[in-house]
């Protein structure tokens, strides 16, 4: 089976650019969600997906968004970067049902973004 | 609102020593717990869960208890390798909305020969 893929691996942007990332999720799974890793604010939430639609949202502002395709795969947009969303960006999948099968939850490797 | 509290690093032991680290969260629901192993350069790999009160996760010489009393989820392994050294996250995904995970901050791990 199948892990979850993420691309690019990595990528350079300069302040100002939009960035799109990707997330393949494991075949049959309909959750995808994205998380931000920086060394100063660690692990953070940034939204969920299931069947297309959102959701679940962290704290993040409206430059960052995301959709979901019909096939699960997911991508997530950041637009006019700024310096501090240098991060790793991992994506995690699961079925995306409620109680155990929600617990099930495989990330990818990362996309490691750097702003310049 | 939720969070998982963990014990800050970084940790250095030696071979074949005994590890702890310890994980406290709040929650305000119903939660499941998680220990995630990061290795260099890559993603987020589950080492155990426990998903109720008592329950105890195992995998790979690494145990975790869910004590809903003390609101923990301590992580020991009795003989450390050297293979172990990695960052180690506390994680919970409560029962409602039940699709977001909340993180320690991790824990470096490194254990010398």
């Known amino acids: 089976k199948a892990g979850v893929t993420q691309t690019p691996r990595y990528l350079i942007k300069t302040r100002g650019q939009q960035v799109t990332l990707s997330c393949s999720p494991i075949?049959?799974?309909?959750?995808v969600s994205w998380y931000q890793q920086t060394p100063g604010q660690g692990l953070q939430f940034l939204f969920e997906y299931f069947s297309e639609t959102q959701r679940n949202k962290g704290n993040f502002p409206g430059r960052f968004s995301g959709r979901q395709f019909s096939n699960s795969r997911s991508e997530m947009n950041v637009s006019t970067l700024e310096l501090g969303d240098s991060a790793l960006y991992l994506c995690?999948?699961?079925?995306?049902?409620?109680?155990?099968?929600?617990?099930?939850?495989?990330f990818g490797q990362g996309t490691r973004l750097t702003v310049v | 609102g939720d969070s998982v509290t963990q014990m800050e690093g970084p940790v250095t032991l030696s071979e074949e020593a005994f590890l702890t680290i310890n994980c406290t969260y709040t929650a305000t629901g119903y939660p499941s717990l998680f220990w995630y192993v990061q290795y260099p350069g890559e993603g987020l790999q589950l080492l155990l869960k426990a998903t109720k009160a008592d329950d105890k996760g195992s995998n790979k010489g690494f145990e975790a208890t869910y004590r809903k009393e003390t609101t923990s989820f301590h992580l020991e392994k009795g003989s450390v390798q050297v293979s172990d050294s990695a960052v180690y996250f506390c994680?919970?995904?409560?029962?409602?909305?039940?699709?977001?995970?909340?993180f320690g901050t991790g824990t470096s791990l490194t254990v010398i020969p």
């Open positions: 075949s049959g799974h309909r959750s």
């Open positions: 994680a919970l995904i409560d029962s409602w909305p039940g699709n977001q995970f909340y």
């Open positions: 995690a999948s699961s079925q995306g049902g409620t109680g155990e099968m929600n617990t099930e939850a495989f």
